[in-house]
């Protein structure tokens, strides 16, 4: 008899029981060790320090990082069996390392002081990780199976999921020539280009329903109207962009912002970020290494104001978050998603009913402030992509793997 193998790298993990969700920790883990052998084949000679950058983090501090939040949330916090429903002031038991809180706790160590940190070499941050996740396991073991009861089980995994991304992203914007490693990455796709999508006019549930996983930013669900739309059915392409760039685009002011044109100016963009030329095709360097673009994948590393400013020259707009949703939801209709994270017109903001989870840090601070992007990326765990997950980022980030799609204007 042959027994189905669980599939750890599903949506429906943000259901799963203790011992499926033991054996995902344990996935996270190694997918994580092994962004670390990479970076390892690529930075091992300066002893696994990176050239400092003021919008990254220290490779070696968001390794400890990940191990510092697992024991924060689960070893360390006495209240771990409430849940959502657990006291985030209540004071913590001890690390199991001594300055755990200094080195890796974002309030302690802020974003600037990373790279002066006095971190531990590679072998300690490793042997923390090791420490921290056998003692994670053996409580999980111990634990009653239910929503509350394996919050913070649940949450330090796709914690660890997104700060694997992050590892990918920084690799990008060092030139780190990591291309594919271990196949940690998937493959860009080239879109077949089909007719945009019409929706007709829907009142749509907006938001996650109660039940397993969900992260504070998507509680609750709620109704929207949505009217009549049209959206494309595949990401805006690099032929599609070629077309504004060769159009100048970048030098016409009557496309971007106010905003658009101060970062414009300040970035001296004339292309998407590690884009050498777009004459003869698209060059873009991809970790590393000067790579020949297909023209039909999806355009990447561009900020909100560019796709914001393509959608002006294109005389389209941006969907909304809710008619992304919407659409995705479509997906046998021929709405391909995921491989690009997708800017939407939607400024970041709590959804009605709004219940803040014990991690504060994680949306409430940036509500008002950022963009949502929906989707996933050719870097993203396929358990993360979900179509109600909500990522969030300033408009002029191009560090991460984002693009986006259009809708008929009005």
């Not at 000679?45 to 510092?68: C, D, K, S, Y």
């Not at 829907?202 to 397993?212: D, I």
């Not at 599609?240 to 905003?259: I, L, N, P």
């Not at 004339?270 to 698209?282: A, E």
């Amino acid at each position: 008899m042959v027994l189905d193998t669980p599939d750890l790298d599903s949506f429906q993990m943000r259901h799963a029981g203790k011992d499926l969700l033991s054996l995902a920790l344990m996935d996270a883990r190694n997918h994580t060790l092994r962004w670390i052998s990479a970076y390892e084949e690529a930075i091992g000679e300066m002893q696994f320090v990176a050239p400092p950058r003021t919008e990254l983090n220290p490779p070696l501090w968001l390794l400890g990082h990940i191990g510092w939040f697992q024991e924060r949330w689960i070893a360390r916090n006495v209240h771990r069996q409430r849940g959502t429903h657990s006291d985030p002031t209540v004071p913590r038991l001890a690390s199991i390392s001594s300055n755990a809180d200094r080195w890796y706790d974002p309030a302690l160590s802020p974003h600037a002081a990373r790279w002066q940190l006095d971190l531990p070499d590679l072998s300690a941050t490793k042997q923390y990780l090791a420490d921290a996740m056998d003692i994670t396991l053996e409580l999980l073991e111990s634990a009653a199976d239910g929503d509350e009861t394996l919050y913070f089980y649940r949450l330090a995994l796709f914690h660890e999921d997104m700060q694997g991304e992050v590892f990918a992203e920084m690799a990008q914007t060092l030139g780190m020539n990591i291309a594919g490693a271990n196949g940690l990455l998937r493959d860009w796709t080239s879109s077949v280009q089909r007719e945009p999508l019409l929706f007709p006019a829907t009142r749509w549930q907006l938001g996650s329903r109660r039940g397993g996983f969900v992260f504070d930013n998507e509680k609750w669900t709620h109704n929207v109207d949505v009217p009549e739309f049209e959206i494309d059915a595949q990401p805006v392409t690099w032929a599609k962009y070629t077309e504004f760039v060769q159009d100048g685009g970048y030098d016409e002011a009557q496309w971007w912002s106010q905003a658009g044109l101060e970062w414009l100016k300040a970035q001296g963009r004339r292309v998407p970020r590690h884009v050498d030329q777009m004459r003869q095709g698209v060059m873009q360097q991809r970790f590393g290494r000067l790579t020949r673009v297909s023209l039909q994948q999806p355009v990447a590393h561009v900020s909100w104001h560019e796709a914001e400013a393509w959608c002006r020259w294109a005389g389209r707009r941006l969907p909304s978050e809710v008619e992304w949703e919407a659409a995705a939801q479509a997906y046998s209709r021929g709405y391909a998603w995921g491989s690009v994270w997708e800017w939407t017109a939607s400024t970041f903001r709590a959804y009605p009913g709004f219940e803040r989870d014990p991690w504060v840090e994680y949306s409430q601070p940036f509500f008002g402030h950022c963009k949502v992007l929906r989707g996933a990326s050719i870097a993203t765990r396929k358990r993360l992509a979900h179509t109600k997950f909500r990522r969030f980022a300033l408009p002029e980030r191009d560090d991460l793997f984002c693009g986006f799609r259009s809708c008929a204007a009005p």
